[in-house]
Structure formats: structure tokens, C-alpha cells
């Protein structure tokens, strides 16, 4: 067996597979391209997915690649085992069609025996049960023991439907020292004894989703072999930990907590959590990834702040990541340029993050501590979520942290509780960036913002102030609302009842959401913001996206409300004047002077004449000119609002003139299509048209055939006749409903004959209990009141119908039953009681509800028992 370095062993496996025709790419990033189904890479086979699937072909049919890849199912047990880590390298051979099992299963014995020269006989094969293919091939075209081939249930790889396959596992034997002692410790115990480091995957089968398996035209071949764990074999390592890929980033933890390693083991699990998280969140940071409180983003900060919290433990006050990072591009030197290249912006990102957790981790600690005493004191074991939110939300601790630091002391956190607080206050952030209110701005006169520059065209932009919650600040983290202005910005800014323009900020240390562009009083464009992930700082520059989705969509509702209003004045009159209007990329709203509805034929050849123009494909005319010459040229200008002397004319050619500093379309033609979907008053001599454009009235007209074509279908008729059909079931409906009434009518009279024929005397009160048959709560009080009225002197109806499951009574007491001491209510109340329910009511009339109709008879009999107890 030879020693080689991890470099040494990545290298020699990809050289191995190249010599046998496979081509050599590079690791992917750990950001998943094009896969939104994955948070990040966590095979070596993810990144070739669609090849696989055999939606893309393949640079080649054989590839080989040194993965890097970040997994945290099982955070928990790292730094606890000999394996576990939450960042690895896959070693991976991948065949797409073209060679199978034979050479799979020949090249990795070759590799392993041949070229990292492991000893044979203590190399083990696990093979599917049902896979005789690959047992032939590895009895016959390797020289394995026959007795070291062992037959597993568990070798099938799949997940749901879709391409699967047997697999074969390759473990080692590490000797007897490592193991458990068992007598039946063998492969697959969980001892350290065996190690798996190889699996090859034989994609033969295509499962349905019924659980058919079917077989593969072009068979494929997904292996992984595990770099860290082959380094520990090849290294004579008792764990991965001590190979020359992590053990430096030890040494250098060891030294700054003035710690010995392998003295304690508490200490150890530290120093090989924050090893291992060192490794992660370098390489995390290297692909892009930043701080967040979502996604890939709140991964990278739960390890990071784990990683912190470790080293407090360990007794590490200062900052101390950065120069972990150092270490690791020590130790990847020459394999991960980007690594090297990207260093010091790394080092910042983990710094500005390390320094953020730090100066609330003493305080976060200080609170869970008395809430675990406290616990104890009360002989408790679960943690109020509202607390564990409170350490998230106000502390920076990862809810997985707190969790850990609780198990340690045997306790739980109250995950249902946190998750609720955690949706109350995501509705809350939404609904507060919903609102697009105006931030509060505090004085900028002394900011020395210098010249501001508005240019549609740019992309790139300095940041030269922030400010949040009213006060001017230098930098903004992830979660965080604010207000702030670029030196120049190509977004719209609100305004003449414009939304203003949406989209996003990304800057090398962090990322934003444009949420809304307003102006200050000055008319400077600022921007309101919502950091998603990372910082923003004063000083940045920033990368500009514009949402020209949205903004397009907007267009093309501003200038459809210029034709809107001039089609409003040729076909109702002049005396229409604009009176307020709102303008966004999903609707139009137009308030104008009337004094009267607009009629259905007039908005009909209103929405027609605007449709009409659209088709007309005219580009829209911006030029800038004197006022009063603009008016001269009948430009339409708002009453009350300022102009300044040169104003800006948007016309369109030979229908519209208006005075407007918007955003508009280049050409009318963009508008696609001018839907009406409301006009209303909306006060006094104001009416308000609400209509839409291009995409909105595309799906709103194609909604409306959808239901048309459902009607149609439903009422098994055609278009032309559907009219006729509706017209004919109303006729229908209304002829069955008189004759429904008619037996209804019928059912109560014979339902109170029959109940009148078990009447009952008390004290000459006249007592009527029984069930009926009715379809709702009218009926059964209109049965009520018939049978009341039957009655000559006093007396009381106590009737049951069975609806929806469920019973429902109603009482009803005649005037001298009143005076006879007769309750309703009360009735009614220990009536309902019998059958699981409750209710209550006036002295002469009264309903309830119950739950248990099979009870029904018993509750008869407790209102007999309750009517003869009442009467006087």
C-alpha cells in the first residue's frame, strides 16, 4: 500500500480514468446550474443530471471529476465519528451509454489494487442480491476472495421513479483493532472495521411510477469514491480527520485555543467541527455563496456560526476563521486556483460575517443558559419556541444551534411553536414590503452625496448613501429594509401615479431586491431595498438589473392610459378631465370628471377605438418643449399640478398630446391588447375606469373562453346554443322549485298531523315531541310555528331533524305556555346537552345543534322530563 498525499491521490485517480478514455472536467460549482430541485451539490453525480436523464448530451461518454460537495443531513455527527463531514470530494467515473458493469467493476479492482496497491485480501465487494451479471464479473475478472462477496438487500439505488439500478460497494478491512469486538461484525456493521470507499452504480432500469422496472436502452455508469476516506486508508489514519486534507486546519485551531489535540475528547469534537466547517464555508464563500437567512445562504451561516460556537468552547474569544482560511488554501494549493485568487475577498466575507455573530453570541448564550436553568428548576425538558425565535431572530442563532446546544443538556426546542413565530413575522415582512410606503428620510444636506445622474441605460452604479429607520448608516446586512441612493440609476423613480421601477443590486459581498424607486423632495431618485443575502456598504459598486418585465408592463399600461382618456373625450365629450389615476405593471386605474355612469355601449366603442389605434403600430413621440407651447400644440396637462418652463410632450401621432415625465412604450403596438374590467363612482362627479394590457388581458380574455368552454361542456350544448340552454335550466329550475315547495308544504302538514296524533297533556298543557323530516333550520321553525298555531291553549313544540349528521332542535312556547313557566331556551339547552351540544333562546322560542343524531330519542325523553319539571 503506498503513501500518497490527498493532491497526490485526486491526481492519480483522474490520470487513471483519462488513460482510459474518459475525459477530465473540472469540479462543478457547488451552486446547482439550471437545477432548482437542489440547494447545492451533494454527489459527483449531480452535475450531470441531465445527462443522465438524457435531456443533454454529453462533451463525451466518458468523464471523470474530483467533486467538491456539501452535505448537512447529519451535522450532528461530525466531529463525532471518523467519517462525517458536511464538505468532501467525490471521486467519480461516469459512463453515458456507453461501457457498463464489466469495465466499472474491472477499473475501480485495477485502480485500487494496481495503482493505490491496497491489499487484496482485506478489500471486500457487497453486490445486490439478484445481480448475477455482477457477481460473474467479479468472480471471474478480478481476483477477490469469492468469500469476500457479499450479497445485500440494501444495494439498490433509486429515488422514486425515474433512471435506478443495483449497485456494488467496495469496503476494507482496517483490521480488528478497529472494530466493535461482536462476533458478527462483518460489512455493513457500523463499527469502523469495514469502510466503504467505492460504490459503483449500475443505472440499467427505468422505473414507472406504478413500480414497473424497465430496462434502460442506453445502460449508465455513476461511481463515487470518496477522496477524504481513501487519503485516511492510504495515510494510515484512524480517521479523516488526521489526513493531510483537514488535519492542518487542527493544528491551526489547537494553536489559537492553546489547546493539545487528542487529550480530551470534548476538545477534539470542537476542534474537528471547526476543522471541518472551515473547509465548508471557504469553499461555500469561493463559489459565490453569501450570508442569508434562506437557502444556500443560511447554510453557510449555520456553520459558520456553529463553528464560532465551537471555538468559544474551546475558549477562543478573538476572530479566528480568517486565518483558517489561509490554511485551507494551504492545503488545496495548486488544485483550486479560484481558491487562491479569491483569498482575501473570502477572508472579508467570513470576517464581516464572524464579527456580526460575535457581539450577540455572549448575550444569545447568557439568555439560553437561564432559560436551560430555569427548565431544570421546573423539571422541564422543552424550550418555548417564542424564546428559541427570539435567540434567532434577535441573537443570530441558527434554530439547529439552539436545538444542539438543548440536546446537549438532554432538552428540546418547541419547533411548532418557533415555525409559527417565524411565519408571523415573514407575513409581517411581506406585508410591510407589500405596502411600498415612503421610508422615513432623514436631513442628507451635509451627506456630501455629490452629483446624481439619472441614464436608463446604465448597469453599473456606486452606492453613496444609505440610511435605515430614519438614520444615515454604512452599510446594510441580510434581512435588512433601507433606503438608498446610486450615483447614477436607470430606474424610474414613482410619480403622475406611476409605480416606480422594481429589480436588483448585486455587489461582490452582497445581493438586494429593488422593491420600489421614489424621490426626495429635492426630485433625487433613491432606491428602497431588501438585502437577501450579504452586506451593502457605502462605497460599493453595484451591478444593475432592472425588472424590464415589470417595467415594459407598466409601460404599456401608462400609455394606454393616454389613449384611454383621449377615446374617453371623442366619445363622451370634452368635459372629461383626468381626475387622479394609478399605473402598474398589473392594472390601470383612471378616475375622470362625470357626472354620470359611463354607459355599456360607450365603453364598449371606447375600448374598441383604443384597440383600434394600438393596431395602428405608431411609435410614441417624447420631445421636449416650452410650456406654453406645448399647450398651444394641445398637449392635455392635470389640473393643479406644477410644470416647470420646459416640460416633457408625450404624443401619440394624431390621437394623443399629454404633459408627462413617465415611462411609456416606443411603440403603441407593444400594448398588445387595452382590456375594461370596471367602471364605478368613486365620489361625487368622479367616475373610475379599471382596465388592462398586453399580458393581464391575454389571460383575462383566456380565462374567460376557459369558462365559456366549461359551461359549454358542462351543459353538454355548443356555443350558439348556450344561451338558449342557460334560458331553458332557469325555467326548469324555477318550475322545479314550486313544485319542491308544493312537497314540502305536502311533508309538513303530514309530518304535523302525525306528531299531532302523539300529542301529549301535562297539567293541561298540550306537549308536542317528535322528529321530522326538513331540509334546513327554516323549515324545521316553520313546522315549529304550524304546529304552535294548532294549539288552543297553552302549550310547547319540541321538534328534531337529523342534518349534514348532525341534529338540530328548535323550540317553541305558545304565550300562556309562557305563563305557565314554560322556558325555551332552557328547554332547548338540556335538549341539545344529550346530544354532545349546546344552545339557548328567548322564553317562547329557541334552537339549538348537537353532535350525536344516533342520541336523538334520549334527548326526546329529557325534554319531556324538563317540560314537566317547569310547568306551574
Request: hydrophobic share 35%; proline share 3%.
Amino acid at each position: 500500500m503506498k503513501y500518497m498525499s490527498g493532491k497526490e491521490l485526486r491526481r492519480r485517480y483522474l490520470d487513471f480514468f483519462v488513460k482510459n478514455g474518459h475525459l477530465e472536467l473540472p469540479s462543478a460549482s457547488l451552486i446547482p446550474k439550471d437545477d432548482p430541485s437542489l440547494l447545492m451539490i451533494g454527489a459527483g453525480m449531480a452535475p450531470f443530471k441531465a445527462y443522465f436523464t438524457g435531456k443533454m448530451t454529453p462533451p463525451c461518454t466518458r468523464i471523470t471529476t474530483s467533486q467538491r460537495c456539501v452535505r448537512t443531513g447529519d451535522i450532528e455527527n461530525v466531529g463525532r465519528t471518523a467519517r462525517h463531514h458536511t464538505y468532501f470530494e467525490m471521486l467519480g467515473n461516469f459512463s453515458f451509454g456507453d461501457y457498463f458493469k464489466y469495465d466499472a467493476i474491472k477499473w475501480a479492482w485495477e485502480f485500487l489494487t494496481g495503482e493505490l496497491e491496497l491489499p487484496k485480501d482485506k478489500l471486500w465487494a457487497t453486490i445486490y442480491p439478484d445481480d448475477e451479471e455482477a457477481y460473474k464479473i467479479w468472480t471471474t475478472e478480478t481476483d477477490i476472495n469469492p468469500e469476500h462477496i457479499v450479497k445485500l438487500e440494501d444495494n439498490f439505488w433509486e429515488i422514486g421513479s425515474g433512471p435506478c439500478g443495483p449497485d456494488s460497494e467496495i469496503f476494507i478491512d482496517l483490521g480488528e483493532e478497529r472494530g466493535c469486538g461482536s462476533p458478527t461484525c462483518g460489512v455493513g456493521c457500523d463499527c469502523d472495521r469495514y469502510l466503504e470507499i467505492w460504490n459503483l452504480v449500475f443505472t440499467q432500469f427505468d422505473r414507472t411510477e406504478d413500480g414497473k422496472y424497465n430496462p434502460l436502452v442506453h445502460k449508465n455508469i455513476d461511481t463515487g469514491c470518496g477522496l477524504e476516506r481513501l487519503a485516511s486508508v492510504l495515510q494510515n489514519k484512524p480517521s479523516n480527520f488526521e489526513t493531510d486534507l483537514m488535519f492542518p486546519i487542527i493544528e491551526y485551531a489547537s494553536k489559537v485555543a492553546n489547546k493539545e489535540y487528542g487529550k480530551d475528547k470534548e476538545t477534539d469534537i470542537s476542534l474537528k467541527v471547526i476543522a471541518d466547517h472551515a473547509r465548508s464555508i471557504s469553499f461555500m464563500v469561493m463559489d459565490g455563496i453569501l450570508p442569508s437567512n434562506e437557502g444556500r445562504g443560511y447554510v453557510l451561516r449555520r456553520l459558520l456560526r456553529r463553528a464560532v460556537r465551537h471555538a468559544r468552547m474551546l475558549g477562543i474569544e478573538d476572530k479566528f476563521l480568517a486565518g483558517a482560511v489561509d490554511v485551507v488554501d494551504e492545503i488545496y494549493s495548486g488544485v483550486y486556483d479560484e481558491l487562491t485568487n479569491r483569498k482575501d475577498y473570502i477572508k472579508k466575507v467570513i470576517s464581516l460575517e464572524e464579527d456580526r455573530f460575535a457581539t450577540t453570541l455572549t448575550q444569545g448564550m447568557d439568555l439560553l443558559n437561564a432559560e436551560v436553568e430555569k427548565l431544570k428548576a421546573e423539571n422541564k425538558t422543552v424550550l418555548d419556541g417564542e424564546v428559541g425565535f427570539k435567540l434567532y431572530d434577535t441573537y443570530g442563532f441558527p434554530w439547529e444551534l439552539t436545538d444542539e446546544i438543548l440536546h446537549e443538556n438532554h432538552m428540546t426546542l418547541d419547533k411548532e411553536a418557533f415555525d409559527k413565530a417565524m411565519d408571523e413575522q415573514r407575513t409581517r415582512a411581506r406585508n410591510a414590503r407589500g405596502e411600498n410606503k415612503r421610508m422615513d428620510i432623514p436631513d442628507l444636506r451635509d451627506s456630501n452625496i455629490g452629483e446624481l445622474k439619472v441614464d436608463e441605460t446604465a448597469r453599473q452604479a456606486k452606492i453613496v448613501c444609505i440610511w435605515k429607520d430614519a438614520k444615515t448608516t454604512n452599510s446594510l446586512e441580510d434581512g435588512d429594509e433601507a433606503g438608498l441612493i446610486l450615483d447614477v440609476t436607470p430606474f424610474y423613480a414613482e410619480g403622475g401615479g406611476q409605480e416606480g421601477d422594481i429589480g436588483s443590486l448585486k455587489t461582490d459581498m452582497g445581493n438586494a431586491q429593488v422593491i420600489d424607486t421614489k424621490k426626495l423632495p429635492d426630485g433625487s431618485v433613491y432606491n428602497i431595498v431588501h438585502v437577501t443575502e450579504g452586506s451593502l456598504h457605502v462605497g460599493d459598486t453595484v451591478e444593475i438589473t432592472v425588472d424590464m418585465e415589470n417595467k415594459l408592463a407598466s409601460a404599456r399600461n401608462h400609455t394606454a392610459t393616454h389613449l384611454l382618456q383621449a377615446a374617453l373625450k371623442r366619445v363622451v365629450g370634452d368635459h372629461i378631465n383626468q381626475a387622479g389615476s394609478a399605473v402598474n405593471a398589473h392594472h390601470l386605474r383612471f378616475d375622470f370628471s362625470s357626472f354620470e355612469p359611463i354607459s355599456a355601449e360607450q365603453l364598449q366603442q371606447v375600448e374598441e377605438m383604443v384597440n383600434a389605434e394600438i393596431l395602428t403600430g405608431k411609435d410614441v413621440e417624447i420631445s421636449h418643449m416650452n410650456q406654453e407651447d406645448a399647450k398651444k400644440a394641445g398637449a392635455m396637462a392635470l389640473f393643479g399640478e406644477k410644470y416647470g418652463d420646459i416640460v416633457r410632450v408625450v404624443t401619440v401621432p394624431g390621437f394623443s398630446m399629454e404633459l408627462c415625465g413617465g415611462s411609456h412604450v416606443k411603440n403603441i403596438g407593444q400594448i398588445g391588447m387595452f382590456k375594461i374590467i370596471g367602471e364605478s363612482g368613486v365620489a361625487a362627479g368622479v367616475r373610475r375606469i379599471e382596465a388592462i394590457t398586453g399580458k393581464a388581458a391575454i389571460d383575462y380574455m383566456n380565462a374567460k373562453a376557459k369558462l365559456l368552454q366549461t359551461a359549454i361542456t358542462t351543459l353538454k350544448t355548443n356555443e350558439s346554443n348556450l344561451c338558449d340552454k342557460i334560458a331553458n335550466l332557469l325555467q326548469e329550475n324555477k318550475e322545479m322549485k314550486a313544485e319542491i315547495a308544493k312537497v314540502q308544504a305536502e311533508r309538513a302538514k303530514a309530518d304535523s298531523n302525525k306528531l299531532l296524533m302523539a300529542l301529549k297533556e301535562y297539567n293541561g298543557v298540550n306537549v308536542i315531541v317528535g322528529k321530522i323530516q326538513a331540509a334546513n333550520m327554516d323549515e324545521l321553525r316553520n313546522n315549529a310555528d304550524l304546529l304552535c298555531n294548532k294549539f288552543d291553549k297553552a302549550g310547547v313544540v319540541v321538534l328534531g331533524a337529523i342534518l349534514n349528521d348532525k341534529v338540530n332542535f328548535v323550540v317553541k312556547v305558545t304565550k300562556d305556555g309562557v305563563a305557565r313557566g314554560l322556558h325555551a331556551g332552557k328547554i332547548v339547552k338540556e335538549v341539545a346537552m344529550v346530544t354532545g351540544g349546546n344552545g339557548g333562546g328567548r322564553p317562547d322560542m329557541a334552537q339549538a345543534g348537537g353532535k350525536q343524531p344516533e342520541k336523538l330519542n334520549d334527548a326526546f325523553a329529557k325534554g319531556h322530563e324538563v317540560i314537566q319539571s317547569q310547568i306551574k
